[in-house]
């Protein structure tokens, strides 16, 4: 069985910088897709990144481009999502989800699997 596990969560300052890891096991994540997403008090959740574990091509919302990455490590089966920049409206809980396959996805209901989550607090 496919588990996702984050941490990296926190308390930052407007401008500060957050690395959020995703450690997977249970599946051969070749074959996989993974996303962050993330979902603020009184919101949905919506996609923030994805990146295709083979060959590592990924895409972001407008929203965090220029200030988020995603990367992979394969050797340690982890995703990482590397936030610089951090804004107030960025606090959320922040989920990490995997799907089989090799098309990247922006829609929650394209994943597979999900992590229980980690908060992620912007002070102003």
């Known amino acids: 069985q ?8 926190g ?17 051969t994540f070749s074959n996989y897709v993974m996303g962050w997403f993330r979902q603020a008090p009184g919101k949905e959740r919506e996609f923030v990144a994805t990146i ?7 895409y972001s919302a407008d ?3 220029g200030r988020f990455t995603i990367s992979r490590d394969n050797a340690k089966n982890t995703v990482y999502l590397q936030m ?18 090799f098309n990247l996805a922006t829609s929650k209901g394209e994943y597979d699997y999900w992590g229980q989550g980690t908060q992620v ?4």
Do not use: H, I, M, P
């Not at 496919?2 to 969560?9: A, D």
């Not at 295709?52 to 990924?58: L, N, P, Y």
């Not at 610089?84 to 396959?101: F, H, I, P, Q």
């Open 2 to 9: 496919v588990q996702l596990v984050e941490s990296g969560g």
């Open 84 to 101: 610089n920049s951090l804004k107030s409206e960025d606090t959320a809980v922040y989920y990490c989800a995997a799907r089989r396959g």
């Open 11 to 27: 308390l930052e300052q407007a401008g500060g910088s957050l690395r959020l890891s995703c450690a997977a096991s249970g599946g």
């Open 63 to 65: 929203f965090v481009k």
């Open 121 to 124: 607090t912007v002070s102003s």
């Open 52 to 58: 295709r574990w083979s060959g590592g091509s990924t």
